[in-house]
């Protein structure tokens, strides 16, 4: 498993399919190729550019 958006390795599973990057500190899924943000607060905010991240 690699990052979507920096291609990181550096990956760490944190549910069933979802994913978080050392790298660039997003979650992402695996299955469904939706990427998010972490507010400050621990909410997830859902990231889209438009042409998909997988
Ligand atoms: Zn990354």
Avoid: H
């Amino acid at each position: 498993m690699q990052c979507p958006i920096c291609k990181s390795k550096q990956v760490g599973k944190v549910g069933a399919d979802q994913y978080y990057c050392w790298s660039c500190f997003i979650e992402f899924t695996a299955r469904s190729g939706e990427v998010f943000e972490i507010e400050e607060d621990g909410s997830l905010v859902a990231l889209d550019n438009g042409k998909g991240y997988f």
